[in-house]
Structures are given as C-alpha cells and as structure tokens.
C-alpha cells in the first residue's frame, strides 16, 4: 500500500467519523430520541427539561464532549459503578502506553526505518516508496541500527511492566476502598451450597437447615432452596404482558383499539371486544400459573442459597470444604440477587463437570474451525478463482461496479457479520459451562471472546496473508519466530488500515446506535406500544473490552516493526475514551458490580500481547542477521512471565475474595449500624425466585394481584 | 538376547536372593545385630528376650517371613502409621493390577505373538529365535490377531481405572477414620504465618498478639514467634556430644580411656587427662551457648507458629487470605513440632518465591543433563570406540577379564551409583524450594525422582537405545508416538532383565542391610562410641516409592509389547511385600505421619504409565499397518485424562485437607474431653524452637543443666 491510499483511507474515514459526530448532536438534541441517547437520564427522570424546541437543535455542537469530559472519577464511580471505572482506565492505561510508544516510535525508529536501504536496493525509485519504507523491513540487514530497536524493546518493555504494576496496585486499592465504602451487600453474607445429599423423607429444605443449624450455629442465618422455576416464570411472563396490554386498553378507551374484526388481518368477520377477550384469557393463565406453582414447590433442585449473619461466616463456609465427600456440599461465592442468571443451571456436580469439559472442547473447535468461513471470505477477493468456481457469475463480474463491490466490501461485510455474532455465542458457551451470574459469565465469554478475536484476526490474517497457513506450525515451536518474523510485518498496512476503519469508524458509530434509532422510529410509524417500559441497556462488555485489547495487541506488536501505527492508535483512543465515557453517563446503566473483576483480564492480555512481541523481534533480529540481538531478547519474554506471575501472587487474591481483617473490620461497622436487622430480614428473602415472589402492580386489580400474591413458602 | 541368556540371568538373581534371605535369616538371630535388624525392637525394649544361643542360630530359616506375613493391615496401622499401610498398599495394588496384566498377558497375548512370523521371515531357523518373538514385533503386519492386542490395552485401562478409583476411596475413608481416631494433634491447631508486617517501635511477636487478638478473639491462643536458631544449634548440638563424651569418661573410669598422650596420634608427649580438658572445653562452650542464646532472642524473623483453640479456628486462618496486601500475612499449614525443618527457611514472599523458581528451573536442568554420564557411561559398552579415544587403554582391554567387568558391570555400577545420589539431592531442592516439614521434603523429593528415574532410566534408555536419542523431538509433538513405537520394544530384553536384577536382588538386598551391618560391624571393631544411643531409622520414602512406581511403569507399558515382562514383575512384587512388611516392622520408625499423603502420587505415576502406554500403542498399530486400530485407541488417553480429573476433583479434596464437618464434630468431641485443657498447655510450647526449650541429660549434672535450662521467654 503506498502512502496516499492510506491517507484517502484515513481522510474517508475521518469524514465519517465527523458525519457520525455530527448526525449524535443533532439527533440527540431531538425530544423523540431521549430514550435512544439518554436512556438512563429518562429512566431517571432528568431528561425533561431540555427539550423546548429552538434553532439550536438543528445545529451540531461539541457540547457533549464537554460534558463527557467534565465528571470525575469519582463522579463517574458513584454514577456507574466500579466496573465502569475499570473499563475507562484501560483508556487512559492504553492512552499512556502508547503516547510512550509513540514517542519513541515517531522521533527514533521511524527516521531510523525511513532511512534504510534494504527496500530501496529492491524496487529503486522514490515514486514507488510505499509504506513498507517506514517499517523495519527497510533497515539493512545486518544494520547496528537495529540495536535501536533493540534497546526501544526493552525500555518499552519495561515501561508497560511498571505500568502494569502501577495500574494493578491502583485498582486493587480501588476494589477495597469501593468495598470498605458500600452498604452490607446481599452477596457478601450468601454461598451457593450445590450438590446436596439428602437422605430419604427428607427435603433439601431440611436437609440444609439441619446441616447448617448444626455447624453454624451462631452464624446461620437463613437458606433458600432453589426449584425449577423455568415453566413458571415463562407462564408469568406471558400473564404479565397481558396484562400490561388489558391496562392499556382500559386507559385508553377508544373503541377503533378495543374492539377488532375476528377476520383476516382484523378486517372481516365479526366484531370482539378485546378487553373482553382478553380478560378471558388472562383468567386461562392464572389457572395456569396456579397450577404450574403448586407443583413448582415440589420441584425442589438440590442447591440452595445459604445466608449467615456475618461475611466471615459466609466466606468461612466458601473456603474451608463442608461435607466429608468432596462431590457434596459444594460452596460457591453467590452472586448478587439480580445478578443471578442460569439457563442451564445444574445441581449435579458430574452434569457441570461434563458440560464443562464439552464447553472448552467445542469453544477451541469453534476458534479453530472459524478459519475457514474467514478463508473463504478472503478467497472471494480472487475473483478470477470464483469466476472458475462459479462460471454464470462471470457475466455479473464484468461490472467493475460488482466487482469492486465483491472484492471490496463484502469480504469484509460478511466476516464482521460472523464476527458479530461470537459475543452471544461465547456468552452462551459460558453460561452452558456452570457460570451462575451474569457477570462471571460476561467476564469469561470477554476471554474466550478475546482469544477467538486474537486468533481469528491476529494470526489468521498474519499467516494466510503470508500464505504459510498451517496449524501444524503449532507443533514445531521452534519454527514460531521465524515464521511470525516473515509474516507479522508484512500485514502492517493492513493492521493500520484495521485500526482506521474497525477501530474509528466503529466507535463513532456506537455513538449514533444506529439500531436502537431504527427501532425507535419502527416503533413510532407503525404503532406498537409506546408506552411500554422504557429498557435501559448495558454496557457489552464482553463485546467492547475484547475489541480495545485487541487494537492494544497489535500497537505493542506492531511498535517497532511499524511505528506508523502508533498516531492511528492513540486518535482511536482519544476518541473511545470520549465516546465510551458520554455513553456510561448517558446510555448504559450498570447491570451488576463485579468490583473490578475485569482489570485481569486486561493485565494478561497486555502480557501476552509484550511476550508475542518479544518472539517476534527474536525472529527479526535473527531474519535480519543480527543474531546476538536475537538472543539477548529471550530473556526478555522469560523475565516478562515472571513478572506476571509475582503481578498474579501480588494481586490476584484481592480480586478472587476479599481478606479476613476487611471482612472482620465490616462486620464490626455492621454491628454498630441500626439498620442491620432490617438487612438480615431483607437478606432472608432476598434469593427468592422472583418468580415465587409477589408481584404487585401499580393499579390496584384485585382480581390480577391476587392469584400472583399467594407466593408459596420457601 | 536369547531365551537362554535371560534363564541364566534369571538363575543367577535367583540364587543371589537365596543367598541374601539365607544370610538374613541367620544374621538376625544374632545378638550383636540387634540393632541392624531390629532397632525398632530394641528401641521399644522388645528385643532383648529372644537371643539365647543355641543350634538355630546358625540355621537358615524362613521363620521371619511367617512373623512378617502375620499382622493385619490394622496392626501395621497401629504400629507403623498410615503412611506405613498406603506403602504397603501400592504393593497390593500393584499385585491386583499385573496379575490380571498376567492372566491376559500370558495366556491370552504371549501364544498370539509367538505364533506371529514377522521376525522368522527375517531370520529363519528355531535356533535363532530370540526373546523377541515373544514380543509384539513377531505378529505380522496388518494381522487381524492385532486386534486381540487392542481389545487387552482396552480391557486393562478400564481394570486399572476401576482399580485407581476403589483403592483411591479406600485410602481416602482410611485418612478420614484415622483422623476421627487420632487424639488431638499440635499441627490441626496451629498454622505458620509468614511475612508479617511490622510497624517501627514493634517486635514481631506484638504484632502477631495484636492481629491475632483482635480478629480472633474467640479463637486465639498461642503464637510463638520463629527465631534463627542454626548457630545456636550447631553449639548445642557441639556442647551435647562433648557432655556425652565426659559421661562416658566418668562412668568408665578407666585410665587407658581417660589419659592419652598430647603428641601425635596420642602416642607422645606429655599425658593429659582427657576429663579434665573435656571439661574445661565444656565450659568455654557453654560461654558461647549463653552468648549466642541472648542474641538470638533479639533475631526474630518475621513469622510464627500461631495456634488457636479449635480446629476450625485454624482451618478459617488457613484458608481465608489474613491481610489486605496478600504478600502479608501469608498463611500455611503448620507441620507436626518434631516434622518441622528447614535448613533454608525464609519469611520473605519474595525470597521463597525466587528460590522456588531457581530450583525449578535446576530440577529440570538437572534431569534433563545428567542424561549426558548416562550417555557416556553407556559409551563405555563400545570397548572399540574406548580404545580410539583413550589409545593407552588398549593394553589393558586386551585382557578378556577387564573388557568383561568394563562392557558388563562398570557402566551400571556407575549409573547406580550416580542414581544413588539424587534422592538426597532432590531432598535438597525441594527443602531450598520452601517446604518446611520433613514429611512435605520427602512427598516433593519423591515426585522429583520419580520424573527423574521416568527420564533417564526409561526414556534415556529406550531413545539412545535405538540411536534416535534427540531433544528436539519433543518439540515435534506428532512424531513421538512413532518414535515410541520403533523404540520401546527394542528395549524390552533389556527391561526383563532390569526387573530381575534391579528389582529383586536389591530388594533382597534391603532385607541384609549391608551398609548398616558394615558400620555396627567396623564400631564393635575399632572402638567408637558403643554406648552411643541408638538410632531408628526412618524409610526413606523418597528413594523407594519411586524406584516402586517405576516397575509399575515398566509393567504397563510393556504389558501388550512383551508380557513375558509380568511373571518377573508379579515375583518382585511378592518379594517387596513380604521384605517391606518385615522391614516396617522390625527395622524402620515413622519419623512422621502425613496421613496417607503419599498416594495421591501412585495414582499420578499409574495415570501417566497408562496413557504413555496408550501412546506408544497408537504408534504400534500404526506401525503395524492397522491404522483403524491406531485411531480407535486415540479416544483411550483422553477418556484416562478425563478420569484422572474427574478423580482429582472426587479425592485430591480429601488429601490436602479435612472437611468443616469433620473438623467440627473432631472439635465438639474435644470440649468433652478432659484433658484437653493440658493440651492447650502444651499447645502453647509445642512450637518453641529445641534450641530454645530447656534440655534435660538423664544424670543430674547441675553444672551442666543450668546454662541450658534459662531459656529465653518466647
């Protein structure tokens, strides 16, 4: 690729990301689409105000940047939670990172890169400089310039190691302080206790009380044995509609809504009362739901939600093994009560430990075999390859129009396409795989999410785009380097090019959240209920999270073969960061706290993008004749994993539990708090089905609350 | 090697194990080898009655097999602990698995392979035909009779497994009812915290108090804080024999003892009186003793043994992580008072953890290098290669007598005597690693030379064997189990003999003791310290269960190769049960108790031999040109891995540590028991350094007493 296709590139894609700018704030001044930009402001009841109607509202402003800028962290905490902060920071962890490499990258190595003659000896003639002039493949081979890029390895190295640290030290002391500073959290006092043996004549209810009772007889609080609540909570969903759809017709009282023709389409046949109809069959399901929940009350599954009095109790329960057969009695941290989440949820220790191994199986077959749909897709740009394939395309191909179209777009369109669905795939993988929460599942598909995403973009472009596309390469570690050497830098073009379009392009337009407005305006011609709740969303971050990881892969990766990459990176995180920061004020509201579980993540793939890095100049300075280079940079990815390992020992316990003295010094504050027996009465329901618990709604119809009240007992 | 060569080598170790029983069952019977045979006896006070002389004495007999046959498991249990049973168990086990390997192997796979004529169409003629028509190479290529070898690597994996599973539950309720009848244990209350953080102005000890006081106050009882204490005991131990050697001197009265001459070899130069002088030394050491005593209170480390009033108090210690920075506070199990030893204890987080990963990388570097005396020692066979390097050798070579003992017993006499020497080297590593009881030194020395013995008897042997010894095949993953295939057989003789030299004549070997009959011998002989106290020593667990575990090895992986193997095995085993038992009775004391902690090691060893097994059987079939076969026994390892994790998950549980309900019922039957109070007493002191606790001599030398009785408060 020479320079000025890049810069078309670059210049195309800023425009957009100005249109997209632009098209936000105008569209979000409109009254219409408070629900699509300011959710959470709505939700809240603070969006109201603004909206009277002046020229202003036509005209795009820079305002929300403004805005998005102002809050603090703090503010930005008490707003949305840890996780929040967490995700922001690997902004600013990014935005430091790179502005480093940046450094060094434009005023040494690229001069350095520049003016080597390795490409120039090969093609001659400056009119042909392409943009491989400006990566280290033009350094002569053999060069004692390369030690520059020897020495900017190690100092980066060390830079983001000490960052690393800095930013880990940070964030722990965050979780805690975030911890020390919260209310008793229902969480904290609960274990999941599975795998319950029960002896015949008795329920798992007694079961555990009398285990319980028995060894934790001052600390025991309360249980709540769990049941399949599934049918149940469908059956009360479908009432619940109904009902929300009788209210509707009841406000309304406009006879063109209530009543219908029997017909086709509602235009023939004779006319019904709706509401009739429908009370009709709101009075089927409660006898349904009737039915369905006396029965549920035997479906007794062998788990239950344990609560103790104090958080040492309950991680006192977590830790140490409770029964004598360790298959039975098994304790799990709980999550927080509407962070549950479990469609395959399994009693049975042998049923997890079987779906767990089917899960890791079949997610390292997906990553793998997802190649192929990629190499497929990267086979359409060979059009003369299809036209042999597919003879009767070869007429449509000969319009330069499709042709373009074929080999330009929809190579691309049809992988982001399968890209875009991996997130719920993954998510469901972990949910299959015996995660109980919402967030340890978003958590574990954003590490699954970001392996398929390093191996399906990273490494199959790097090494099909060499042509060297072989999975037996994995099995001949030694030839790693070489083969990385060869084929890393030769995709550097195509990287920037990545990181200009997938990277701004696509963060601009999660600004505009094109689907949400399409859904809106859908909703608004053609009916549907506008008076329907409004939903607040949350932040994917098991979408999100991969795709900054990934783009800081391949900045380190590509630091010193192609320092050109580095400008493109840091305007991509200038924009996140001002982007994703108007978005959690405005859009996203949290939908669990995980205290800032996810820093981990985000630690191991900044060490695993250093240490693919360090192999790959190992290849380099091999491939460029300077072997010493080559082997003073194995200690490098060696002292980078002891690194991480002391980060693990270091820091890793304060984001699996919290210690003893924390606990302990909580407890104490708790016994001085006067609200405290209110939260233990709140804590002894606070695991209840919701499909058990009473449903009240705003109206007062006796006949709906009453079937919908008489919850049985836990 | 031929039929014949084996019969005579079989005759050979045959007559030698003879010999040794013969020479064991007479030695024992006389009264001077007490102490060789039957410390433990003589220790207890058991042994004196039987040794009056008569005719019988000098009589070979086969009594001591009968004695040692006789006690049940549960009086080994009583007698010698469960450590002492779950050795013995590996025989039993060990037994059960190849004598079904036996039943199979002999009557089912030996008639299959020598009616095979793979090898009589290369060699033709009976005369030639060697042992290796009893192996697998005679079944012709692509037979179907292959398919026989398949279904028996089938039947055995699923026996052995069945077999793993059972034992393994049976030494699991075997721990637990140990751990319900042993009294109340100083280790089950106490951990040993490290890294505790002081502030300016504190001593460790009243940090330790204040932390401890006020987060367990309910529990707490006792800490006592670690001191340095080598120096000290290096005087003491130095003041203790001389005080021995003045006891002796006084009690003796002799003068020929008491005087000797200054000059050389006490024989010029003036007479002195050796009491005198000895008592002078006494003195002067005991001014050091005191000396180094009041500096040692004041080298306080900076962790200590803290012991609580219950057992789940300790448990809750253990398990929970203590301070909020998880490099403080650093809990871990304490071991038993008199299993505590640490030559290289260190309280820093960071020393341990750089130590642990120096020794790492040693073991490996280790094993992976002493290949190269193996190599050369196996050079040594090539008389021809010996004479070009060394040229002055060849006069002597020439004589048949020398190039025997050079080609036939020097090169394993040096092997064996390199082999001797790891066991105590990688005790070493592993107490440089971190562990800081006697007991955890041994279960890490034991795995580290079973991988050692695993790498370079096993693999050293099979791959130079066949010319193809290489490292890098390692890293060509796909070609190992070809290489295995071609390899393995070739060795087989050589592992048939192996068995019966290695295996049974150093196990009869075991029973003579030579090594301590030499030393009581050359004692009794050339003076020495008769009177000196009597040591009983300890079976080194760490030399032999590897050494065990290895012929488990060597049996199933040649168990379908050459199973005339087994019948030598199932002897070796019968041998080593009867020795053992006789041994644990008779010769060796536990020196501590780690409640069968040792098994979870047999059942690795046999997982590992299993699947290396499947492996080499997926490169035979291979081989063999019945590729079907090949494939189908790649689901074996696989389905053997998924029952070694489901069997981790199931028992591994149980060895590292008990239950909270054990714990509490152990608890609650302590708060009946009386003397549990007295306990808590001793609790309190059982941790005080010995250099430290007042030492008490059996005669009441004031003089002597008192500087060593005013130890330091703790």
Redesign the interface.
């Known amino acids: 690729m020479i320079l000025s296709a890049l810069l078309t590139s670059v210049g195309i894609n800023l425009g957009l990301c100005f249109l997209f700018f632009a098209l936000y704030s105008i569209l979000r001044k409109q009254p219409g689409n408070a629900g699509v930009y300011a959710p959470r402001l709505v939700a809240d009841g603070k969006a109201q105000h603004i909206w009277d109607f002046n020229l202003e509202r036509l005209l795009p402003s820079a305002g929300w940047m403004r805005m998005a800028w102002r809050p603090s962290e703090d503010d930005l905490l008490s707003n949305s939670g840890l996780d929040a902060v967490v995700f922001m920071r690997i902004f600013i962890f990014s935005l430091k990172v790179f502005t480093f490499a940046a450094v060094i990258g434009i005023f040494v190595l690229l001069p350095v890169n520049y003016m080597g003659n390795q490409l120039s000896l090969d093609f001659t003639g400056l009119q042909n400089k392409t943009l491989e002039s400006f990566t280290i493949s033009n350094v002569d081979d053999g060069s004692n310039r390369l030690w520059i890029h020897f020495c900017a390895v190690y100092a980066f190295t060390v830079f983001v190691c000490c960052l690393l640290y800095f930013e880990h030290a940070y964030i722990s002391s965050k979780r805690?302080a975030y911890f020390y500073s919260s209310k008793p959290q229902p969480q904290e006092f609960t274990v999941l206790v599975r795998s319950i043996p029960i002896t015949s004549g008795r329920s798992v209810s007694d079961s555990v009380d009398s285990f319980f009772t028995q060894?934790y007889p001052s600390t025991y609080l309360s249980h709540c044995v769990i049941r399949r609540t599934s049918k149940l909570k469908y059956l009360i969903n479908d009432a619940d509609k109904l009902y929300g759809k009788i209210v509707r017709l009841r406000s309304s009282n406009q006879s063109e809504q209530r009543f219908k023709r029997a017909g086709f389409m509602g235009l023939f046949g004779r006319r019904i009362d709706l509401l009739d109809q429908s009370e009709k069959k709101l009075e089927h399901m409660e006898d349904n739901v009737r039915t369905e929940r006396s029965s549920v009350v035997v479906k007794q599954v062998r788990a239950a939600f344990v609560s103790f009095k104090t958080r040492?109790g309950a991680?006192?329960?977590l830790?140490?093994?409770?029964?004598?057969n360790?298959?039975e009695?098994i304790t799990e941290r709980a999550p927080h009560p509407k962070d549950v989440y479990w469609p395959f949820f399994s009693a049975s220790?042998?049923k997890r430990?079987i779906c767990s191994?089917i899960v890791i199986v079949a997610v390292i077959v997906l990553t793998i075999l997802f190649l192929i749909p990629v190499v497929l897709v990267q086979g359409l740009t060979h059009l003369d390859q299809l036209e042999v394939y597919f003879p009767f395309l070869k007429s449509i191909l000969r319009f330069s129009f499709v042709s373009h179209i074929v080999t330009g777009y929809l190579p691309s369109l049809i992988l982001q396409l399968f890209l875009y669905f991996m997130p719920p795939i993954m998510a469901m993988f972990s949910s299959i795989q015996g995660y109980i929460a919402l967030s340890e599942i978003e958590k574990s598909a954003c590490i699954k999410v970001l392996w398929f995403t390093i191996w399906n973009i990273f490494f199959a472009n790097v090494l099909s785009g060499s042509a060297l596309y072989r999975v037996?390469v994995l099995?001949?570690?030694?030839k790693i380097p070489n083969l990385l050497a060869v084929a890393v830098p030769g995709q550097a073009t195509f990287f920037i090019a990545y990181v200009v379009t997938s990277g701004w392009t696509s963060t601009a337009l999660e600004l505009v959240q094109f689907m949400p407005l399409f859904c809106t305006f859908i909703k608004r011609r053609f009916g549907g209920d506008s008076q329907e709740e409004l939903k607040v969303p949350s932040i994917p971050y098991h979408r999100e999270i991969p795709r900054i990881l990934f783009f800081g892969l391949l900045g380190v990766t590509y630091f010193f073969l192609a320092p050109l990459i580095l400008p493109f990176l840091l305007v991509f995180y200038c924009l996140g960061y001002i982007i994703y920061r108007n978005q959690l004020l405005n859009v996203y509201a949290p939908k669990f706290e995980t205290g800032g579980k996810f820093w981990p993540i985000v630690h191991d793939s900044m060490i695993f993008s250093l240490v693919l890095m360090h192999i790959i100049a190992i290849g380099i300075f091999g491939l460029k004749d300077l072997p010493l280079a080559s082997s003073l940079t194995i200690p490098l990815p060696i002292l980078t994993l002891?690194f991480n390992?002391?980060c693990q020992?270091?820091?890793?316990?304060?984001f699996k539990?919290?210690?003893?003295?924390?606990?302990?010094k909580k407890d104490r504050n708790d016994r001085n708090d006067p609200t405290i027996l209110s939260f233990y009465e709140e804590l002894a329901t606070a695991y209840r089905d919701p499909a058990l618990v009473p449903v009240r709604y705003s109206t007062n119809d006796e006949s709906m609350n009453s079937p919908l009240l008489d919850a049985p007992e836990a």
């Not at 099995?475 to 030694?478: G, I, S």
């Not at 020992?649 to 304060?654: H, Y």
């Not at 539990?657 to 302990?664: D, P, R």
């Open positions: 805690l060894y040492l991680a006192t329960a830790h140490i093994r409770q029964g004598l360790p298959t009695w220790f042998i430990w191994i037996d099995l001949e570690p030694k002891i390992s002391y020992r270091r820091f890793m316990p304060t539990g919290y210690s003893a003295e924390s606990l302990i």
